[in-house]
């Protein structure tokens, strides 16, 4: 209403302001104070806290989880900055789980990785223990070994006769997918320093990071974190870090067993 033409006894056409018919129902001097006073409301305060808010940063935001209903969480501008499971936002009574302020899940993880611990021994753990993604390399080369037997084969076979043309080249440019699709042993350890350089880095980057910076880290190390009663109670990393993260639990899981008092 305060910038209505109208009131000053004007009307707009085309873009245009033109006389109205119609008297003017304020003076001029009452519509400067009304356009000062407006002005004034766009820098006061609690107009600039609004503007905060919708510029704040939740750096966990499409990663968390809620472990109660299974669906995500997402910020929200409660408690001046906080997390809530996206179903309980719908409808309060669909999820009992907590709103969480923001920073506690973060200070949380950067708890966690502080002391994320990386061993020396790393390469030949994961290759050979770890996961079933990691696959011991006598494995690999005995794989490598049977497929170029299978190759070999396929080629005596068509040589004799045995197969004809279309079946030899589907069947050969099957196994040579196969055998592209293995890494040699020096490819994984390459692969593996690489992801053990990066993961260090962001484990200490985390502590000096602001929100931005920690939304983008959180999204390089991580795909999903669980949350339950304002705690992280899981994680899900990265496919290339899953294998340290291995390492670190079962790492973590051993020093307390033998020491009970000493921190998960």
């Not at 009452?30 to 919708?54: C, E, T, V």
């Not at 472990?67 to 900055?81: E, Q």
């Not at 789980?97 to 790393?122: C, M, N, S, W």
């Not at 996961?131 to 070994?145: C, V």
Request: hydrophobic letters at 35%; one cysteine or more; glycine letters at 6%.
């Amino acid at each position: 209403m305060a910038t209505c033409p109208a009131y000053l006894g004007y009307v707009s056409y085309k873009g245009t302001r033109i006389a109205g018919k119609h008297p003017a129902l304020i003076d001029s001097d009452l519509w400067d104070k009304a356009q000062a006073a407006r002005i004034a409301n766009r820098k006061s305060p609690r107009a600039q806290n609004g503007k905060r808010q919708q510029n704040r940063v939740y750096p966990l935001t499409g990663l968390l989880r809620c472990s109660r209903c299974k669906g995500p969480m997402h910020g929200n501008g409660a408690w001046n900055g906080s997390y809530i499971c996206y179903a309980k936002s719908q409808r309060r009574e669909a999820c009992s789980q907590p709103l969480v302020k923001l920073g506690v899940l973060e200070e949380q993880l950067g708890e966690y990785l502080a002391t994320f611990h990386i061993p020396e021994d790393y390469q030949q753990r994961i290759l050979e223990h770890a996961g079933q993604d990691a696959s011991p390399l006598d494995d690999l080369e005995s794989r490598r070994a049977s497929l170029e037997s299978r190759l070999a084969r396929l080629q005596d076979l068509y040589e004799l006769g045995d197969k004809n043309r279309e079946d030899y080249l589907a069947r050969r440019a099957e196994i040579m997918a196969e055998l592209a699709s293995l890494k040699p042993a020096e490819d994984r350890k390459i692969d593996l320093r690489n992801a053990a350089e990066l993961l260090g880095r962001f484990c200490q980057a985390w502590t000096f990071a602001d929100l931005e910076q920690k939304r983008k880290i959180a999204r390089l190390i991580f795909e999903e974190i669980w949350v339950d009663n304002k705690k992280v109670v899981a994680v899900r990393p990265r496919p290339q870090f899953v294998g340290f993260f291995t390492l670190d639990l079962f790492d973590r899981r051993k020093r307390r067993d033998s020491n009970p008092r000493s921190p998960a």
